[in-house]
Every structure is written in C-alpha cells, then in structure tokens.
C-alpha cells in the first residue's frame, strides 16, 4: 500500500521554525516529485512547495518565499520542509503529496496524500 506521513507540526509562537517531514511507505520516492499544501479552516487549499524527483528543481509560494526551504533525501526516503520565521497566516493543515517526476501548481495532478500535520503559530 502507497502511504506519505507527514510529522513534525506543532504549536509555535510566531518568528520560530518548525520542520515538516514526508516520509513514503510502499514506494521509493526517488521517481517523484512532491508537494506540500496547505489549507486553514474556511479558505482553499495552497500549493505552498514543490521539489522535483533528481531535488534539481524547486518551487515556493510568494508567501513563503524566503522563509521555507524544501529538500530531500532519497536515501531516507524523505522530503523535508524547513520553515523559518513562521507567521500566523501560516497556520494550517500541512499536507505532502507525490506526482511522478516533475511538479505542478495543480493538486489534482497529483495522486498519493497523507493524512497531513497541523501546524499552529500563535502567542
């Protein structure tokens, strides 16, 4: 069975930095691409981040650009979201996701989720 978890959310008071991880069961990661999104209560989902299959390409939403950096480690099966300096417009469900390869800013292209990690960022 393809499974992603995602760990590592928590509650954060604002300027601080969390790290998200995306761990795969059932498959290599090494062939896919993966996103991370995002959504609060009451508004859409956000793509928030994307990193190729290779790691060679990245993308980042305006709103955290500068602030979160995505990596992966292959070996590990893992991909990881760093973020700093975390504001409370931040607060939201996290959610990874895989694509085969290459990323897309459309969440319907892509097919495995996980269960999500909540993040929560507030004095």
């Known amino acids: 069975q393809l499974q992603l978890v995602e760990s590592g959310g928590g509650l954060v008071q604002p300027g601080g930095s969390l790290r998200l991880s995306c761990t795969a069961s059932g498959f290599t990661l090494n062939v896919y691409a993966i996103g991370w999104f995002r959504q609060a209560p009451g508004k859409e989902r956000e793509g928030v981040s994307c990193i190729s299959f290779s790691g060679g390409s990245t993308n980042y939403a305006d709103s955290v650009k500068g602030r979160f950096t995505i990596s992966r480690d292959n070996a590990k099966n893992t991909v990881y979201l760093q973020m700093n300096s975390l504001k409370p417009e931040d607060t939201a469900v996290y959610y990874c996701?895989?694509?085969?390869?290459?990323?897309?800013?459309?969440?319907?292209?892509?097919?495995?989720w996980g269960q999500g990690t909540q993040v929560t960022v507030s004095m």
């Open positions: 996701t895989a694509r085969r390869y290459y990323c897309s800013g459309d969440a319907s292209f892509f097919g495995t």
